[in-house]
Nanobody, 129 residues
């Protein structure tokens, strides 16, 4: 079965950390661009971070810079979003997605959802005391 599965979400206090995982099955994403998006309650979905294939260049939304780190392990068909110094405004459903187009991840944000063709079901992140 071809799918992306996110995991690692949960409830964390402000200032805490979480590591989200995105595991691909049924296909190899070693040659694909990977993106993480999030949707806060009542807001549109927004791109958070992405990583290209090859050298693994990354890009981050301003809200994530300095706090989030995206990495990939192609051998495990898994990507990881390490989130530190979490804030209440980081609350939302986090989705991973893949694109065959390297232009889907440029240093000049924002990321374009329409360039990502396969999506996971999302994992909830709640930052609250």
């Amino acid at each position: 079965q071809v799918q992306l599965v996110e995991s690692g979400g949960g409830l964390v206090q402000p200032g805490g950390s979480l590591r989200l995982s995105c595991a691909a099955s049924g296909f190899s994403f070693g040659y694909l661009t990977i993106g993480w998006f999030r949707q806060a309650p009542g807001k549109e979905r927004e791109g958070v971070s992405c990583i290209r294939t090859g050298g693994g260049a990354t890009a981050y939304a301003d809200s994530a810079k300095g706090r989030f780190t995206l990495s990939r392990d192609n051998a495990k068909n898994t990507a990881y979003l390490q989130m530190n110094s979490l804030k209440p405004e980081d609350t939302g459903v986090y989705y991973c997605a893949v694109s065959a187009d390297s232009a889907a991840c440029l240093a000049t944000m924002p990321m374009k959802e329409e360039m990502y063709r396969r999506w996971g079901q999302g994992t909830q992140v709640t930052v609250s005391s």
